[in-house]
């Protein structure tokens, strides 16, 4: 019998596929069919930082001018309620999904300045969340800004959040920091109990017949796991912190190279959304498979085997890669002979 069990974030989880935040979970039936099709845990899509301010905003205003108008303020009442659909919709829809299945189910808030929106944390802990995805996504512009200003942003962010819920936090973050490994570091000690690597770097597309800048989602390649898995091999066992992989797990053989770089969870969306719910099936039973083929019992066996610390040949992970990988590549001009630099 093959145990695929792990530990993520102190929860216990039958297996390592995890659902990430993605539209699956706007529907309250798709829990249960997540859970049904063997996700082992569930991340909510996210409440957005700008949900919640604009719902501020409004409600500020529907009381500002109530306070001038009693007429007027009554006739506010219905927009103030609508106001409130977004983030009480969220807090709804985690409380019935959460209480619609078995498996760990986390909330997931989604922003980047200090601000109430941070309170968000502690309703969707009210609310029933078993642990606290918090996505942290800037895209800093301003030429004034340090980097160290700016991870001393999400730290503060961290441990503002930190300090208001009991349930564990993973900070879900992009891989564009000069010093990945220390930051891993300085978000753990500000508090964050794992990290999920790595967040899609949506670039806009630009439309050259309009001139505009049209956002296009595109669903990720098994080519993007690659990064992750470089990042996930080198934090493993130095730094001390849970760790997920999101961005290119499509297939068993994906899950299977996340623990051995040293994850705790492989997360899918797009897979997910091109082959079906069912999907994460496949993925198991394919895991299954591999291990008996290859005679592991247990996901713990091979977690960390491939990683920057246990692996035979380190600089497979360092710079000697990166002169490997170049040297090795072998060029063809088209209709002629190979020629290898
Ligand atoms: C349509 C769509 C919606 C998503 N919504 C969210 C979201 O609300 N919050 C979030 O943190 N990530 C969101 N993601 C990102 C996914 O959770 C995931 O990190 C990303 O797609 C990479 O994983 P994948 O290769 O398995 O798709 C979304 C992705 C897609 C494709």
Redesign the pocket.
């Known amino acids: 019998m093959i145990d695929l069990s792990t530990n993520y974030l102190g929860l216990k989880l039958k297996n390592p596929v995890v659902v990430?935040?993605?539209?699956l979970t706007e529907k309250l039936e798709n829990f249960a069919r997540l859970e049904e099709a063997g996700a082992s845990a569930i991340?909510m899509?996210?409440l957005m930082e700008e949900q919640i301010e604009a719902e501020s905003e409004n409600i500020d205003n529907a009381l500002e001018s109530g306070a001038n108008s009693y007429a007027e303020s009554t006739s506010y009442f219905p927009d103030l309620q609508k106001y409130h659909v977004g983030p009480d919709r969220y807090l709804e829809l985690l409380h019935k999904g959460k209480n619609s299945v078995g498996i760990p189910v986390m909330g997931?808030l989604?922003g980047r300045s200090p601000g109430g929106w941070v309170r968000y944390a502690e309703l969707m802990e009210q609310a029933g969340a078993d642990a606290l995805?918090l996505?942290i996504f800037d895209i800093p512009t301003d030429t004034s800004l340090t980097s160290e200003d700016l991870e001393t942003r999400y730290c503060n962010l961290v441990r503002a959040v930190r300090k208001s819920i009991r349930i564990p936090i993973a900070v879900?973050l992009g891989p564009y920091f000069t010093s990945c490994a220390n930051f891993a570091r300085r978000l753990s000690e500000a508090g964050a109990d794992g990290v999920?690597i790595f967040?899609?770097f949506y670039q806009p597309d630009f439309d050259l017949e309009e001139l505009e800048v049209t956002p296009n989602?595109i669903?990720?390649s098994p080519h993007?796991l690659r990064l992750r898995l470089h990042w996930a091999a080198i934090l493993y066992h130095q730094v001390e912190t849970y760790i997920a992989i999101?961005?290119?797990?499509?297939d068993s053989s994906d899950v299977l190279k996340c623990m051995m770089a040293g994850a705790h969870v492989a997360?899918?969306?797009?897979?997910l959304?091109k082959y079906g719910i069912e999907h994460i099936g496949v993925v198991l039973a394919g895991m299954e498979t591999w291990m008996n083929e290859h005679e592991y019992i247990s996901i713990r066996q091979m977690r960390g085997s491939m990683s920057l610390v246990n692996i035979e040949n380190p600089a497979a992970f360092l710079r000697g890669n990166y002169l490997k990988m170049l040297g090795s590549y072998a060029w063809r001009e088209p209709g002629t002979a190979l020629r290898s630099f």
């Open positions: 990430s935040a993605s539209p991340v899509y996210s997931s989604n995805e996505n879900k999920v967040n899609r989602l669903l990720s993007e999101t961005g290119g797990v499509h997360m899918m969306t797009s897979a959304l």
